[in-house]
């Protein structure tokens, strides 16, 4: 009965441990970020273009953590925070927002109905 249960213990970990590594690697296709107060339209952002062919590294908007354990921006910034931790909608804006003014091409959306479409 115990080899049976530590058997089961390691088939667990094991299933555990890859549905980790399948969920840290890069969302394919688009994401739908919602807004906070609910006051504009959510953003509808492709993250896999942004990740493939806009960025550099993971660690250009995944500022603190290794490459493939990037954490969502909601995980430290908050509705509400104190403290030097930008304000979650704070730091979409700063973040994307000075990305998308430095765009060359200039196709890059910097005004708000661009990126909350109606």
Known sequence: MKKF?????IIVAVTFSAGLVISAEA???????KHIQKTKEPVVFDHKAHATSRAKDCKECHHK?????????Q???????????????EAYHEM???CHKKDASKKAP????GCHKK
């Not at 249960?5 to 213990?9: D, H, K, V």
């Not at 953590?65 to 921006?73: A, I, L, M, P, T």
Request: glycine share 10%.
């Open 96 to 98: 994307c927002k000075d």
């Open 75 to 89: 995980e430290c910034h908050k509705a509400k925070t104190e403290g030097k931790v930008l304000e979650l909608k």
């Open 65 to 73: 953590n290794e490459k493939g354990k990037e954490q969502g921006c």
């Open 5 to 9: 249960a530590a058997l089961m213990a």
């Open 27 to 33: 969302p394919a296709g688009k994401v739908t970020i």
């Open 110 to 113: 910097t005004m708000c109905n």
